[in-house]
């Protein structure tokens, strides 16, 4: 999940924070896995790499160690006021995660699979209710200290508190304690019948040293760079500007297998900036080397410049082979005016995604319709036989649409004449008790006109929503768009204050736990969980179960059709759209792996900054330009 940024800008803080956290839901233990140690663990299938393997196969184990990486701080709220990533309070900065070592690391092209970090080898129990890893004695924090078992145990007691957010603390539902049996033995103990991805969850858990949280608050925002076992430290900082992460060269783990290749930057700088147009400025000029683009107006328009068009300067489409997710504007049904679905439909018939697409986006994108886009978990054509075994038995509780084609949004002829939905819109509004009095308004029999108030906090949005709203006040909405300013934005999301905002969604290639925090009755009720619809349904939660216990990826594909069916027939969301690609623009200095990662575009993992391509860059040298993917792909 996972929370992912808009298709045109970008949620980097979410993004690295719950990547982080996606990761650990996309992963669990093998169904037939033997109950002896094991270098490593997969969900459905066998372990790509054996045990003694040398390094992934995406990166170059010789690639040259050295030299800064500059690029954009995006965060979802593009600034930040704490190094504490974990806890609900504050807006934590980006890429923390390379401060913190897990028992065992992701594989990058694999959908599911681990292999031991600071553990050097896991064995699940044979009932499957408890694994046991065992600890390399070599591992170390920063500060020279061993990471032990009493590290791993009280991380899970942090990661449980109050204090976390629901992102981490709501998966470990079922994980019941961690022991410590020696000083390089832990065991976790699960309950319940969902215990599938939980021996891989606990075995991506960030591991924070105890003797540090003795003398640190852990529930408190701050600014102290924190104490980890990680690649990284914090060099630089300057509080919501940029911050500034320097490689240690006494990196316990450098050699390790998992490790090789990778984090080839001395330094990584963000720099966060508010106004897009003044971050690209600064991409054009050099003061970025590395810029990922996520609006469609400045990818069709803004890098025609000598740079690209002589090869210094890169634009890039790289192939995003990861689910695309749900994005969209989400509807807070925790608001009396939205929980009639009839409500939410109508607001799906008045977007006009054909004309956005032509008129804003140069018809750079696809129209999102699923959950679960660009993947063979979204639900196509009438329900199979085994997605009606699972959706039957609550034929009373849903609507008859989830038995059918499963919905798509709208089309339209992108000349923007939408009048035909329109109608439609209203006749459903006026349906579901909002009717229209002699000012055109829409009103409920209390009196109370229907209102609409998109929350945003980044200018760049107004050209997309404005236009959408004006559309509902033709059908009597007073709907406005409002911009706050980011840190404003982050709190309201955080306790629900608002009616509708823009954000992207994705879980994880194997979904799991994962599914909780973003559809759950639990979640609906967190603060600062990701569940920013409201979505309360047994039904989903019974369906989210399915997802957690299948035992095979067929399983668990019939089970995310079923749950997507109920998601898009309930509307909690106005879809978005799509581009299966990151679209990247970097200055001609580095070099990269012959493969990239089939899940990730690797680019502060496994790629390096090339002496020569540098040296010519520097000199002012121009090369003819690579070819490159059509933009409108």
């Known amino acids: 999940m996972l929370r992912f940024p808009r298709s045109w800008k970008v949620d980097g803080a979410a993004l690295r924070l719950v990547g982080a956290i996606a990761t650990l839901f996309c992963a669990a233990i093998t169904t037939d896995a033997a109950a002896e140690p094991s270098h490593g663990l997969s969900i459905f299938g066998e372990l790509k790499y054996p045990p003694g393997f040398q390094h992934f196969d995406y990166v170059n184990p010789d690639a040259p160690k050295g030299g800064r990486m500059v690029t954009m701080g995006t965060g979802d709220v593009n600034t930040f006021d704490s190094f504490n990533q974990f806890i609900v309070k504050g807006d934590a900065a980006q890429d923390l995660d390379y401060l913190y070592d897990s028992l065992m690391a992701r594989?990058?092209?694999?959908?599911?699979?681990?292999?031991?970090?600071?553990?050097?080898?896991?064995?699940?129990?044979?009932?499957?209710?408890?694994?046991?890893?065992?600890?390399?004695?070599?591992?170390?924090?920063?500060?020279?200290?061993?990471?032990?078992?009493?590290d791993v145990v009280n991380t899970l007691s942090l990661l449980k508190s109050t204090a976390t957010r629901p992102q981490y603390s709501q998966p470990l539902r079922d994980v019941v304690k961690a022991e410590a049996l020696d000083p390089e033995t832990v065991r976790y103990t699960f309950q319940g019948t969902l215990v599938r991805d939980l021996p891989v969850l606990v075995a991506q858990l960030p591991v924070l040293p105890k003797a540090y949280y003795a003398t640190q608050p852990y529930d408190q925002t701050s600014l102290k760079p924190p104490l980890g076992s990680g690649p990284y430290r914090i060099k630089t900082f300057n509080p919501g500007s940029s911050v500034t992460y320097e490689r240690r060269?006494?990196?316990?783990?450098?050699?390790?297998?998992?490790?090789?290749?990778?984090f080839n930057f001395d330094e990584i700088r963000l720099d966060y900036y508010r106004?897009?147009?003044?971050?690209?400025?600064?991409m054009k000029s050099g003061g970025f080397d590395y810029r990922e683009e996520f609006s469609s107006l400045g990818w069709a328009t803004q890098y025609d410049i000598p740079a690209v068009r002589d090869g210094r300067l890169i634009k890039e489409l790289i192939p995003d082979r990861?689910?695309?997710?749900?994005?969209?504007?989400?509807?807070?049904?925790r608001r009396d005016k939205f929980k009639d679905p009839r409500v939410r439909a109508a607001l799906d018939l008045v977007f006009d995604f054909e004309w956005s697409n032509k008129k804003l986006f140069y018809g750079l994108y696809k129209r999102t319709t699923s959950y679960f886009e660009n993947s063979d978990m979204k639900a196509?054509?009438?329900?199979?036989?085994?997605?009606?075994?699972?959706?039957?038995?609550?034929?009373?509780?849903?609507?008859?649409?989830?038995?059918?084609?499963?919905?798509?949004?709208?089309?339209?002829?992108?000349?923007?004449?939408n009048r035909d939905n329109l109608k439609k819109a209203r006749d459903l509004l006026i349906s579901a008790g909002w009717k229209p009095g002699p000012d055109g308004k829409l009103r409920n029999d209390k009196g109370e006109q229907l209102t609409i108030e998109f929350l945003d906090f980044e200018a760049q949005f107004e050209r997309i929503t404005l236009p959408y709203t004006q559309n509902l006040k033709r059908i009597g909405i007073d709907a406005t768009w409002r911009l706050v300013d980011p840190a404003q934005y982050q709190q309201r999301l955080k306790s629900f204050d608002f009616d509708v905002t823009t954000q992207r969604f994705s879980l994880g290639l194997t979904p799991g736990v994962d599914m909780r925090t973003f559809l759950s009755c639990d979640a609906a009720k967190a603060d600062g969980s990701f569940n920013l619809a409201g979505i309360c349904d047994p039904v989903i939660d019974a369906l989210i179960d399915k997802i957690i216990a299948a035992k095979s990826r067929a399983e668990l594909t019939t089970a995310t059709r079923a749950i997507d069916r109920i998601l898009r027939a309930e509307h909690y969301w106005v879809p978005h759209w799509y581009k299966p690609a990151y679209s990247v623009a970097y200055w001609n200095k580095f070099s990269r792996p012959a493969i990239q990662p089939k899940y990730d575009n690797g680019v502060l993992d496994t790629w390096w900054i090339d002496p020569q391509k540098a040296a010519a860059l520097s000199s002012g040298a121009t090369e003819a330009k690579p070819t490159q993917q059509p933009a409108t792909r």
């Open 107 to 150: 594989a990058q092209d694999e959908p599911d699979a681990v292999y031991g970090l600071i553990a050097k080898s896991a064995e699940v129990a044979p009932d499957r209710m408890s694994v046991t890893f065992k600890l390399r004695p070599e591992a170390k924090f920063a500060d020279g200290s061993q990471v032990t078992a009493d």
């Open 322 to 333: 990861r689910p695309s997710g749900a994005q969209g504007y989400f509807i807070n049904t």
């Open 275 to 282: 106004d897009r147009t003044i971050e690209l400025e600064t």
């Open 249 to 262: 060269n006494d990196y316990w783990a450098k050699d390790l297998p998992v490790n090789k290749g990778r």
């Open 380 to 417: 196509v054509g009438p329900p199979s036989p085994d997605e009606l075994a699972l959706l039957n038995p609550y034929k009373d509780k849903l609507p008859p649409e989830v038995f059918g084609e499963p919905y798509l949004p709208p089309v339209t002829d992108g000349s923007g004449n």
